[in-house]
C-alpha cells in the first residue's frame, strides 16, 4: 500500500513552527549574534526551508526509498556497471568512529591505523594492475581517466613532446572523449571490426607521432577480452604513444590477467563496481589510478609511504627537491569510504578469492549468454567475459519491440533492466553484466521473463511498466521546459 | 572459502554444461591469450572469514584518534558538525544505498524526488535559480565553475583567485587550468584577512573571480563589491560558500553570485578523513546548459502523473563525448541524500541556530584564546566559525602535540601552505563544542606555555 | 508567398538554403529540411549564432538537439549571419509543422556564391534521403 501523502514534496508537508532539531541553550559571555556579524552581512530574511517534524522526515524518505530498485531488493544487470552485491560487514566497519570521524587535515603520526589501511590498498591496487605507482586520489572513475591523463600529458611535456591527440575506441565510455577533452586533447575514434574487436589497421592509420595515449577498454564493453591486445599495446608504444587502460571491467580479469602485463602504462580502478562499493544512487564511487614505475613521480599527492614502522603522507619532493606532481585534482586525501569498503573487499577474498569472482562472474555471464541467445541476436558470438551485449535489432523490426520496450517491460517482473542503446556500436543494444553474486536460479528467471516479454502482445509491452508508480515520463517536456526547482504556487 | 559467492558444484557443472564449456578456465582461453595470463596467483594474503576481518578492521580504528575520541577544533574545509540519528538512519537504507544512477526513471522515483528536493534545497540556500544533483567535493566544483566560466566567457584566460581561497582549491584549480589556455593570478590578502585588492585584478582578459566568503580564515568578504566589478569587466562571479553560515548571513544569490559552490560535508556528512564529500553548485537560470553533473526536473508520466526524470542529458559525457560539459559520471548522490534529510530535519531555525552557535563560540573562543599570553589573534576583524592564532613562540608543533596529549586536536597550522604564518594556525569552532571544551582549549594551550 | 521545398538548394547534412538578392546583396534563408527533423525526432532545444557571426559553408553554426542526442547544424553557404530566427528554439513544434517557412533559422548575407555550386537541388537531395532511409 503506497503512502501518497508522505511521498509530496518535502516543500508541500512543511508547516510553518514545525521543526526537528532544537540546539542547547547558548549561554556564553559574548555580545549577541546580531552584534558579532556585520549589519551589512545579515541576512534581511530567513530561508525559505522547508519546517518539519522528525516523524514526517522519516516518514518521507523512508516510503520514498521503496520506489528504487536497489541490489538488496532486485536483481540489477546494468551493464557496465557491476551492480555486485555490497556487503553488510564492509558497512559496519567502516562506520566504526576511528575510520569516519576521522578530520582529513589531522597529523599522520594520529592515524596510524587508516594510513596502515590505505597503504596496503595502494599495494593491493599495485599487485591486481602490474603496474607500480598508485594514487588513491581521484573521486570516481572519470575524475581518475583524467587524473591519468594529466599524468600523461606532464610526461610528454617533460620529454619536450608534443603529442596533441587521444585516441578512444568507437565502443568506448563517453567520458574518455570527454576527459580528454578536458586535458585539452583532441580526441579520435578507432573503429570496432564486425567482432567487436579493435581494427587493427584503422588504429595504425591513426597512429603517428601526435598521439599521446590510446584509451582502451579491455575487455571492452561489448564484454570481449580483444586477443590482439599485445599487438595494440605494442604499436602504440613503437610510436611514443601510452595505453590507457580504463579499468571498468577489472570484475572479468582478476588474478586471471593484469593491464600491466598486457601493456598498459596507466588505468583506473572503479572500486565501487569491482570491489564492491555501494553505489548510492548515482556515488560515491572512487577512481585510483595506477602507472607504470616511470610516470610514478607525476601522480597527484599525497600518496602514503611507509618508513620503517611509520606511515606518512609523501609530498612528491624527489631528492633534488624538485617536485614532478601534477598536484592535487581535488580537496583532501580522496573518497577514503569507498576506498575502506574496496580494502575490506579485498581482504575478504584474498588473492586466490579475487580470481575466483571473476571466474564466476564469466562463469555467469556466459550461462545467462547462453539462455539469452536463443531469444535475442547477440551478435559477437557465443563467448563473453563478465558481461554481453544482446540486440533488440531482428524483435524490433518483427514484432516492434525495441531495447527501451523489452527494458521496461522487464521491471513489471521485478527485475531491474540491463543497460540499453550502449555501447553505440551495436543496434538496440541490451547490455547485460550479472555478477558473480547472483544465482543460478535468478539467471534462469532473468532469461525466462526475457523470453515471455518476447511473446507479448507488443501494445502490451510498448505501454509497460504497468506494476511501478508511473511510467514512461515525458522526456522531451521535461527538457524543453526544464522545471528543475520547486516554487511555491 | 569466504565471500558472497553462490555456486554449488552442482549449479557449476549445470551451468558449464549449458554453456558447452569443459571449465571455466576453457572459456578463459578462448579468449585471453596465454601469454598475457597470470601463472602465478595475486600476492595478496588469503581471505577473512567476517570474525577475523571485523578484528582487523577494529584494531586499524583503534589506532586513530578522531573527532570521537579527541574534541575537535580542525576546520579548514572540513568540520565536526553535529548529525542527527535520523540521517545515518535512513541513508543506510539499502533502497537508497545499493541503487544507481536512475537510468530507468519508473524504479528510481525515490532517489529522483530527492535529487529534486536537493536541487531545490541548494537553490533555497542559494538563492539561485538552478543546482545540479552533486559533484565530488568542494574543490573539485570549485573548478568546475572555473572551467564552466572559462566557457561561458570564450576566449577569456584570466582566473583571479586570492589567498584567502581555500590552499587546496588553488592548487586543484591549478592542476586542472595546466592543460588548457588559461592562468590562475592569486591575489595576496590584506594583513586583515580580506580580499578586497582582487578588484584592481579585474580585467577584460578575467573569465572569473573566485572568492570564499566566509573565507578561509574565517573572515567575510564584500562580495558584492567584488562582484560589482567583475560584471562591469564583463567576468563571472563564483563564490565558495559555507551551506551553515547562510543560516545567518546573505546569500551568494543575494550578493550578485554568478556561480556558488560549496563542500557539502557540513551538512550531515561524516569526516572520513576527507571523502566521501560533497561537491554543491548552483548558478543563474542562464548558465544552465553550460553546468556539469546531473539534473533531475519535473514533468508527468504516460497517464498525467507527476514524477521525475534526469533532464538536459544532452550536457553530459554519455552523449556529448569529448564536446560535454564535464567528465562526470559517478557523483555522490548518497552525500546528497543526507544533506536532504540534514536540511529537511533542520529547517530554517536549525539551521540558522547551528550559525549562531557557531558565530558565538567561536567568539568565546576568541576572546579565551586572546588572554593567553603566548597566543595572538591574527585577524582582529569579525569572523564566522574560524580563526588564525599566532603562536608567538614559534612552535607550532609543539602546541598542538601538546593539545594533543590532553585529548584536544587544537587547530590546523598554516606553515604548509603560509610561509608568512609558519607560526600561525587555524582553529574551527561548530556548534557542537561546549562552553567547558573551548575552557579546556584555553587551558591546555596556556598551560603550555608553564611546559617550556 | 510561401516557400516550397522543390525551389530550394540542399546541402549534404540537410540544411536548405534560399537565396534571394536583396538591395545587391545575395541573402541566403537557411533552414533543416523536413526529412531531418523527421530523422532527429523530438527537438526540445536549439543553439543559434548572433546575428554579426562570420559562417563558413560545410561548418558548424549552431545546435539542435533531442532528448538523447545532439546535431550540429552546419551552414550551407559562406557570409556572414545578418538575421536570426531567435524565437524558434521556443517554437519547436512549429518547426516540426513548417520547416520551410515558419521554421527558417538564420538569414546569411553571402560573401562568396562559389558555395552554391556545390548544394543540391531538391531531386538531388531527394535521391539521397531515400538512399539513406
Given at each position: 500500500m503506497r503512502n501518497t501523502q508522505a511521498t509530496q514534496l518535502i516543500f508541500e508537508m512543511s508547516r510553518i513552527g514545525r521543526r526537528a532539531t532544537v540546539l542547547p541553550p547558548l549561554d556564553l559571555p559574548v555580545p549577541a549574534v546580531d552584534q558579532l556579524v556585520p549589519k551589512d552581512h545579515q541576512a534581511e530574511a530567513p530561508l525559505p526551508l522547508p519546517e518539519l517534524a522528525e516523524g514526517d522526515v522519516v516518514r518521507h524518505f523512508v516510503n520514498l526509498s521503496t520506489l528504487n530498485m536497489s541490489v538488496d531488493t532486485h536483481f540489477y544487470p546494468l551493464g557496465s556497471c557491476t551492480m555486485k552485491y555490497n556487503p553488510k560487514r564492509n558497512e559496519r566497519l567502516c562506520s566504526l568512529p576511528g575510520f569516519s570521524a576521522v578530520h582529513p587535515l589531522q597529523d599522520p603520526a594520529t592515524i596510524q591505523g587508516l594510513l596502515q589501511?590505505?597503504?596496503?590498498?595502494?599495494?593491493?591496487?599495485?599487485?591486481?594492475?602490474?603496474l607500480p605507482g598508485v594514487s588513491l586520489q581521484p573521486a570516481a572513475g572519470a575524475h581518475g581517466e583524467l587524473t591519468a591523463l594529466m599524468v600523461a600529458a606532464a610526461y610528454f611535456r617533460d620529454r619536450g613532446e608534443n603529442r596533441t591527440v587521444v585516441l578512444t575506441a568507437d565502443s568506448a565510455h563517453g567520458t574518455n572523449p570527454a576527459s580528454a577533452a578536458m586535458v585539452g586533447y583532441e580526441t579520435r575514434t578507432v573503429k570496432s571490426r564486425s567482432n567487436g574487436l579493435v581494427d587493427v589497421d584503422d588504429l595504425k592509420s591513426k597512429l603517428d607521432g601526435s598521439v599521446a595515449v590510446f584509451m582502451l577498454t579491455n575487455p571492452n564493453t561489448l564484454g570481449l577480452f580483444d586477443s590482439q591486445i599485445r599487438e595494440i599495446t605494442s604499436l602504440v608504444h613503437e610510436h611514443g604513444g601510452l595505453i590507457y587502460l580504463d579499468g571498468a571491467n577489472m570484475n572479468a580479469i582478476l588474478g586471471i590477467t593484469r593491464p600491466g602485463d598486457f601493456g598498459a602504462d596507466l588505468m583506473h580502478y572503479n572500486p565501487h563496481k569491482t570491489f564492491s562499493g555501494p553505489h548510492g544512487g548515482g556515488g560515491p564511487g572512487a577512481g585510483p589510478i595506477c602507472v607504470r614505475d616511470f610516470l610514478a613521480k607525476y601522480l597527484p599527492q599525497p600518496i602514503v609511504m611507509k618508513n620503517g614502522d611509520t606511515y606518512h603522507l609523501g609530498t612528491g619532493e624527489n631528492e633534488s627537491g624538485t617536485n614532478d606532481s601534477i598536484g592535487r585534482v581535488r580537496s583532501f586525501f580522496g573518497n577514503v569510504g569507498v576506498l575502506l569498503r574496496a580494502y575490506c573487499y579485498i581482504r575478504t577474498y584474498g588473492g586466490l578469492g579475487l580470481r575466483r569472482v571473476s571466474?564466476?562472474?564469466?562463469?555467469?555471464?556466459?550461462?545467462?549468454?547462453?539462455?539469452?541467445?536463443?531469444?535475442?541476436?547477440?551478435?559477437?558470438?557465443?563467448?563473453?567475459?563478465?558481461?554481453?551485449?544482446?540486440?533488440?535489432?531482428?524483435?524490433?523490426?518483427?514484432?516492434?519491440?525495441?531495447?527501451?520496450?523489452?527494458?521496461?517491460?522487464?521491471?513489471?517482473?521485478?527485475?531491474?533492466?540491463?543497460?540499453?542503446?550502449?555501447?553505440?556500436?551495436?543496434?538496440?543494444?541490451?547490455?547485460?553484466?550479472?555478477?558473480?553474486?547472483?544465482?543460478?536460479?535468478?539467471?534462469?528467471?532473468?532469461?525466462?521473463?526475457?523470453?515471455?516479454?518476447?511473446?507479448e502482445a507488443p501494445e502490451l509491452v510498448h505501454e509497460a511498466p504497468h506494476s511501478t508508480k508511473i511510467s514512461r515520463p515525458d522526456d522531451v517536456t521535461a527538457s524543453r521546459r526544464p522545471i528543475v526547482r520547486w516554487t511555491p504556487e | 572459502m569466504t565471500g558472497y559467492l553462490f555456486h554449488t558444484d552442482q549449479d557449476r557443472r549445470e551451468m558449464l554444461e549449458a554453456i558447452g564449456a569443459a571449465s571455466v578456465q576453457e572459456i578463459i582461453d578462448a579468449q585471453v591469450p596465454a601469454d598475457v595470463q597470470m601463472k602465478v596467483p595475486l600476492a595478496i594474503a588469503d581471505g577473512l572469514d567476517e570474525m577475523s576481518l571485523e578484528s582487523l578492521m577494529r584494531s586499524l580504528a583503534a589506532k586513530n584518534a578522531s573527532a570521537a575520541s579527541h574534541t575537535c577544533f580542525l576546520g579548514g574545509g572540513a568540520y565536526d558538525h553535529f548529525i542527527p540519528a535520523a540521517v545515518d538512519e535512513i541513508a543506510s537504507r539499502g533502497e537508497f544505498y545499493t541503487s544507481y544512477t536512475p537510468y530507468q526513471a519508473e524504479v528510481s522515483q525515490g532517489n529522483l524526488q530527492v535529487m529534486f528536493e536537493y536541487e531545490t534545497l541548494v537553490t533555497q540556500l542559494t538563492g539561485l535559480a538552478v543546482s545540479n544533483a552533486s559533484l565530488y567535493d568542494g574543490g573539485s566544483a570549485t573548478v568546475e565553475a572555473v572551467l564552466m566560466s572559462l566557457a561561458a566567457t570564450k576566449g577569456r584566460t584570466k582566473v583571479v583567485t586570492t589567498t584567502a581561497l581555500h590552499p587546496q582549491y588553488r592548487q586543484t584549480i591549478d592542476t586542472y587550468l595546466e592543460s588548457i589556455e588559461a592562468d590562475a593570478v592569486v591575489i595576496e590578502a590584506t594583513s586583515n584577512g580580506t580580499s578586497e585588492s582582487m578588484i584592481a585584478a579585474i580585467d577584460s582578459e578575467t573569465a572569473c573571480v573566485v572568492v570564499q566568503h566566509p573565507n578561509f580564515f574565517g573572515r567575510y568578504e564584500d562580495v558584492q563589491r567584488i562582484a560589482d566589478a567583475a560584471h562591469q569587466a564583463g567576468a563571472i562571479v563564483v563564490q565558495v560558500f559555507d551551506p551553515v553560515s547562510v543560516g545567518l548571513i546573505k546569500r551568494p544569490g543575494d550578493l550578485g553570485v554568478d556561480i556558488a559552490v560549496a563542500e557539502g560535508q557540513s551538512l550531515g556528512n561524516h569526516l572520513c578523513y576527507g571523502g566521501p564529500y560533497l561537491g554543491m553548485m548552483a548558478c543563474r537560470e542562464d548558465l544552465i546548459r553550460r553546468m556539469p553533473g546531473r539534473i533531475a526536473g519535473q514533468t508527468t508520466d504516460r497517464r498525467g502523473k507527476r514524477c521525475w526524470v534526469l533532464t538536459l542529458q544532452t550536457r553530459e559525457q554519455h552523449i556529448r563525448r569529448d564536446k560535454a560539459t564535464s567528465n562526470i559520471c559517478s557523483n555522490q548522490t548518497l552525500l546528497a541524500l543526507r544533506a536532504t534529510i540534514h536540511l529537511s530535519l533542520l529547517g530554517p531555525h536549525g539551521l540558522r541556530e547551528t550559525a549562531e552557535h557557531c558565530v558565538a563560540k567561536t567568539e568565546y573562543a576568541r576572546q579565551q584564546l586572546s588572554r593567553c599570553q603566548r597566543l595572538e589573534i591574527v585577524h582582529t576583524g569579525p569572523v564566522f566559525k574560524e580563526f588564525v592564532v599566532r603562536d608567538r613562540d614559534g612552535d607550532v608543533a609543539e602546541l598542538m602535540q601538546t593539545a594533543f596529549n590532553q585529548g584536544i586536536l587544537a587547530g590546523v597550522p598554516l606553515a604548509s601552505w603560509y610561509p608568512e604564518m609558519s607560526d600561525c594556525f587555524l582553529v574551527a569552532v561548530t556548534e557542537k563544542r561546549s562552553r567547558a571544551e573551548i575552557d579546556r582549549l584555553a587551558e591546555v594551550l596556556s598551560s603550555s606555555l608553564a611546559a617550556v | 508567398m510561401a516557400r516550397k521545398p522543390s525551389n530550394l538548394l540542399y546541402a549534404s547534412s540537410h540544411e536548405w538554403a534560399d537565396v534571394e538578392e536583396v538591395g545587391g546583396d545575395k541573402i541566403a534563408t537557411i533552414g533543416i529540411s523536413a526529412f531531418a527533423i523527421e530523422q532527429l525526432t523530438d527537438l526540445v532545444y536549439m543553439d543559434l549564432p548572433k546575428a554579426g557571426k562570420k559562417v563558413v559553408a560545410g561548418e558548424e553554426f549552431g545546435e539542435v538537439e533531442s532528448v538523447k542526442a545532439v546535431s550540429p547544424l552546419y551552414s550551407p553557404v559562406t557570409g556572414e549571419v545578418v538575421s536570426v530566427h531567435a524565437d524558434l528554439p521556443n517554437q519547436l513544434d512549429d518547426l516540426k509543422e513548417d520547416p520551410y517557412e515558419f521554421g527558417w533559422i538564420i538569414k546569411v548575407k553571402l560573401s562568396d556564391e562559389s558555395c552554391l555550386s556545390k548544394l543540391m537541388d531538391h531531386a538531388a537531395y531527394e535521391k539521397q534521403c531515400s538512399e539513406a532511409g
Amino acid at each position: 500500500m503506497r503512502n501518497t501523502q508522505a511521498t509530496q514534496l518535502i516543500f508541500e508537508m512543511s508547516r510553518i513552527g514545525r521543526r526537528a532539531t532544537v540546539l542547547p541553550p547558548l549561554d556564553l559571555p559574548v555580545p549577541a549574534v546580531d552584534q558579532l556579524v556585520p549589519k551589512d552581512h545579515q541576512a534581511e530574511a530567513p530561508l525559505p526551508l522547508p519546517e518539519l517534524a522528525e516523524g514526517d522526515v522519516v516518514r518521507h524518505f523512508v516510503n520514498l526509498s521503496t520506489l528504487n530498485m536497489s541490489v538488496d531488493t532486485h536483481f540489477y544487470p546494468l551493464g557496465s556497471c557491476t551492480m555486485k552485491y555490497n556487503p553488510k560487514r564492509n558497512e559496519r566497519l567502516c562506520s566504526l568512529p576511528g575510520f569516519s570521524a576521522v578530520h582529513p587535515l589531522q597529523d599522520p603520526a594520529t592515524i596510524q591505523g587508516l594510513l596502515q589501511a590505505l597503504y596496503e590498498l595502494q599495494g593491493m591496487l599495485a599487485e591486481i594492475s602490474g603496474l607500480p605507482g598508485v594514487s588513491l586520489q581521484p573521486a570516481a572513475g572519470a575524475h581518475g581517466e583524467l587524473t591519468a591523463l594529466m599524468v600523461a600529458a606532464a610526461y610528454f611535456r617533460d620529454r619536450g613532446e608534443n603529442r596533441t591527440v587521444v585516441l578512444t575506441a568507437d565502443s568506448a565510455h563517453g567520458t574518455n572523449p570527454a576527459s580528454a577533452a578536458m586535458v585539452g586533447y583532441e580526441t579520435r575514434t578507432v573503429k570496432s571490426r564486425s567482432n567487436g574487436l579493435v581494427d587493427v589497421d584503422d588504429l595504425k592509420s591513426k597512429l603517428d607521432g601526435s598521439v599521446a595515449v590510446f584509451m582502451l577498454t579491455n575487455p571492452n564493453t561489448l564484454g570481449l577480452f580483444d586477443s590482439q591486445i599485445r599487438e595494440i599495446t605494442s604499436l602504440v608504444h613503437e610510436h611514443g604513444g601510452l595505453i590507457y587502460l580504463d579499468g571498468a571491467n577489472m570484475n572479468a580479469i582478476l588474478g586471471i590477467t593484469r593491464p600491466g602485463d598486457f601493456g598498459a602504462d596507466l588505468m583506473h580502478y572503479n572500486p565501487h563496481k569491482t570491489f564492491s562499493g555501494p553505489h548510492g544512487g548515482g556515488g560515491p564511487g572512487a577512481g585510483p589510478i595506477c602507472v607504470r614505475d616511470f610516470l610514478a613521480k607525476y601522480l597527484p599527492q599525497p600518496i602514503v609511504m611507509k618508513n620503517g614502522d611509520t606511515y606518512h603522507l609523501g609530498t612528491g619532493e624527489n631528492e633534488s627537491g624538485t617536485n614532478d606532481s601534477i598536484g592535487r585534482v581535488r580537496s583532501f586525501f580522496g573518497n577514503v569510504g569507498v576506498l575502506l569498503r574496496a580494502y575490506c573487499y579485498i581482504r575478504t577474498y584474498g588473492g586466490l578469492g579475487l580470481r575466483r569472482v571473476s571466474e564466476d562472474a564469466v562463469l555467469g555471464a556466459n550461462y545467462l549468454l547462453s539462455r539469452v541467445k536463443h531469444i535475442l541476436d547477440v551478435p559477437h558470438g557465443d563467448r563473453c567475459m563478465h558481461e554481453f551485449v544482446a540486440s533488440a535489432s531482428k524483435i524490433k523490426k518483427a514484432r516492434g519491440l525495441s531495447a527501451m520496450d523489452l527494458a521496461k517491460r522487464i521491471l513489471d517482473y521485478g527485475f531491474h533492466a540491463p543497460t540499453v542503446y550502449f555501447p553505440l556500436v551495436v543496434d538496440e543494444a541490451v547490455m547485460v553484466e550479472p555478477t558473480e553474486t547472483e544465482s543460478k536460479e535468478t539467471l534462469d528467471a532473468f532469461a525466462a521473463a526475457l523470453f515471455r516479454i518476447t511473446d507479448e502482445a507488443p501494445e502490451l509491452v510498448h505501454e509497460a511498466p504497468h506494476s511501478t508508480k508511473i511510467s514512461r515520463p515525458d522526456d522531451v517536456t521535461a527538457s524543453r521546459r526544464p522545471i528543475v526547482r520547486w516554487t511555491p504556487e | 572459502m569466504t565471500g558472497y559467492l553462490f555456486h554449488t558444484d552442482q549449479d557449476r557443472r549445470e551451468m558449464l554444461e549449458a554453456i558447452g564449456a569443459a571449465s571455466v578456465q576453457e572459456i578463459i582461453d578462448a579468449q585471453v591469450p596465454a601469454d598475457v595470463q597470470m601463472k602465478v596467483p595475486l600476492a595478496i594474503a588469503d581471505g577473512l572469514d567476517e570474525m577475523s576481518l571485523e578484528s582487523l578492521m577494529r584494531s586499524l580504528a583503534a589506532k586513530n584518534a578522531s573527532a570521537a575520541s579527541h574534541t575537535c577544533f580542525l576546520g579548514g574545509g572540513a568540520y565536526d558538525h553535529f548529525i542527527p540519528a535520523a540521517v545515518d538512519e535512513i541513508a543506510s537504507r539499502g533502497e537508497f544505498y545499493t541503487s544507481y544512477t536512475p537510468y530507468q526513471a519508473e524504479v528510481s522515483q525515490g532517489n529522483l524526488q530527492v535529487m529534486f528536493e536537493y536541487e531545490t534545497l541548494v537553490t533555497q540556500l542559494t538563492g539561485l535559480a538552478v543546482s545540479n544533483a552533486s559533484l565530488y567535493d568542494g574543490g573539485s566544483a570549485t573548478v568546475e565553475a572555473v572551467l564552466m566560466s572559462l566557457a561561458a566567457t570564450k576566449g577569456r584566460t584570466k582566473v583571479v583567485t586570492t589567498t584567502a581561497l581555500h590552499p587546496q582549491y588553488r592548487q586543484t584549480i591549478d592542476t586542472y587550468l595546466e592543460s588548457i589556455e588559461a592562468d590562475a593570478v592569486v591575489i595576496e590578502a590584506t594583513s586583515n584577512g580580506t580580499s578586497e585588492s582582487m578588484i584592481a585584478a579585474i580585467d577584460s582578459e578575467t573569465a572569473c573571480v573566485v572568492v570564499q566568503h566566509p573565507n578561509f580564515f574565517g573572515r567575510y568578504e564584500d562580495v558584492q563589491r567584488i562582484a560589482d566589478a567583475a560584471h562591469q569587466a564583463g567576468a563571472i562571479v563564483v563564490q565558495v560558500f559555507d551551506p551553515v553560515s547562510v543560516g545567518l548571513i546573505k546569500r551568494p544569490g543575494d550578493l550578485g553570485v554568478d556561480i556558488a559552490v560549496a563542500e557539502g560535508q557540513s551538512l550531515g556528512n561524516h569526516l572520513c578523513y576527507g571523502g566521501p564529500y560533497l561537491g554543491m553548485m548552483a548558478c543563474r537560470e542562464d548558465l544552465i546548459r553550460r553546468m556539469p553533473g546531473r539534473i533531475a526536473g519535473q514533468t508527468t508520466d504516460r497517464r498525467g502523473k507527476r514524477c521525475w526524470v534526469l533532464t538536459l542529458q544532452t550536457r553530459e559525457q554519455h552523449i556529448r563525448r569529448d564536446k560535454a560539459t564535464s567528465n562526470i559520471c559517478s557523483n555522490q548522490t548518497l552525500l546528497a541524500l543526507r544533506a536532504t534529510i540534514h536540511l529537511s530535519l533542520l529547517g530554517p531555525h536549525g539551521l540558522r541556530e547551528t550559525a549562531e552557535h557557531c558565530v558565538a563560540k567561536t567568539e568565546y573562543a576568541r576572546q579565551q584564546l586572546s588572554r593567553c599570553q603566548r597566543l595572538e589573534i591574527v585577524h582582529t576583524g569579525p569572523v564566522f566559525k574560524e580563526f588564525v592564532v599566532r603562536d608567538r613562540d614559534g612552535d607550532v608543533a609543539e602546541l598542538m602535540q601538546t593539545a594533543f596529549n590532553q585529548g584536544i586536536l587544537a587547530g590546523v597550522p598554516l606553515a604548509s601552505w603560509y610561509p608568512e604564518m609558519s607560526d600561525c594556525f587555524l582553529v574551527a569552532v561548530t556548534e557542537k563544542r561546549s562552553r567547558a571544551e573551548i575552557d579546556r582549549l584555553a587551558e591546555v594551550l596556556s598551560s603550555s606555555l608553564a611546559a617550556v | 508567398m510561401a516557400r516550397k521545398p522543390s525551389n530550394l538548394l540542399y546541402a549534404s547534412s540537410h540544411e536548405w538554403a534560399d537565396v534571394e538578392e536583396v538591395g545587391g546583396d545575395k541573402i541566403a534563408t537557411i533552414g533543416i529540411s523536413a526529412f531531418a527533423i523527421e530523422q532527429l525526432t523530438d527537438l526540445v532545444y536549439m543553439d543559434l549564432p548572433k546575428a554579426g557571426k562570420k559562417v563558413v559553408a560545410g561548418e558548424e553554426f549552431g545546435e539542435v538537439e533531442s532528448v538523447k542526442a545532439v546535431s550540429p547544424l552546419y551552414s550551407p553557404v559562406t557570409g556572414e549571419v545578418v538575421s536570426v530566427h531567435a524565437d524558434l528554439p521556443n517554437q519547436l513544434d512549429d518547426l516540426k509543422e513548417d520547416p520551410y517557412e515558419f521554421g527558417w533559422i538564420i538569414k546569411v548575407k553571402l560573401s562568396d556564391e562559389s558555395c552554391l555550386s556545390k548544394l543540391m537541388d531538391h531531386a538531388a537531395y531527394e535521391k539521397q534521403c531515400s538512399e539513406a532511409g
